[in-house]
C-alpha cells in the first residue's frame, strides 16, 4: 500500500504541478498566491517518511507526516473559495488545478489515517492477547 500511495502522490504532484504553473497567469492577474505550487512537492515526503520512519513510530512521525498535507489543503480549499467568488469562467482552469492539489492532500491524509488506525488495531489486540 506505501508504494501505491507514493507513485500515486508522485502522479498528483507531477499532474497539479504542471496544472498550477499552466494557471500561473491568473493567479497573478487575481493576485492569489502561488505558494502550493511548490508546496505539492512536499506530497512524495508523507509516504516516504511513514515507510522510513517506522521502524520506530513516534507521535512527531505522524505530525511532520500530517504536516506534508495540511497546509496544501487549507491554502488549496481557501483559494478556491476566493476564486469562486470572482464569478467568472476564466478561473475555471485554476480552480481545477487547486482542486486537483486539494485531491492529493485528502489522499494524504486519508491514507495517514488508514495507517493510524492500523497500528491502533495492531497494538490493542497485541495488548488483549497478554492477560
Same mark, same amino acid.
Do not use: H, K, Q
Given at each position: 500500500m506505501d508504494i501505491a500511495i507514493f507513485i500515486t502522490l508522485l502522479i498528483i504532484t507531477y499532474k497539479s504541478s504542471k496544472s498550477l504553473s499552466d494557471?500561473?497567469?491568473i493567479f497573478k492577474e487575481f493576485n492569489v498566491?502561488? @505558494?502550493?505550487?511548490? =508546496? @505539492?512537492?512536499?506530497?512524495? =515526503?508523507?509516504? =516516504?517518511?511513514?515507510?522510513?520512519?517506522s521502524m520506530q513510530p513516534h507521535i512527531?512521525?505522524?505530525? =511532520? @507526516?500530517? !504536516?506534508?498535507f495540511l497546509p496544501q489543503l487549507v491554502i488549496a480549499r481557501k483559494q478556491i473559495n476566493a476564486l469562486n467568488l470572482l464569478g467568472t469562467?476564466?478561473?475555471k482552469g !485554476?480552480?481545477? !488545478?487547486?482542486?486537483? !492539489?486539494?485531491?492529493?492532500?485528502?489522499?494524504?491524509l486519508i491514507y495517514l489515517a488508514v495507517v493510524?488506525?492500523?497500528?491502533?488495531?495492531?497494538?490493542? @489486540?497485541?495488548?488483549s492477547n497478554h492477560y
Open positions: 494557471s500561473s497567469e498566491s502561488r @505558494v502550493l505550487s511548490v =508546496l @505539492v512537492f512536499i506530497y512524495p =515526503l508523507g509516504p =516516504l517518511l511513514l515507510i522510513f520512519g512527531l512521525l505522524y505530525l =511532520l @507526516v500530517a !504536516a506534508c469562467n476564466r478561473v !485554476a480552480t481545477d !488545478a487547486l482542486s486537483l !492539489a486539494w485531491l492529493g492532500a485528502i489522499i494524504g493510524l488506525i492500523m497500528i491502533f488495531s495492531i497494538s490493542s @489486540v497485541a495488548t
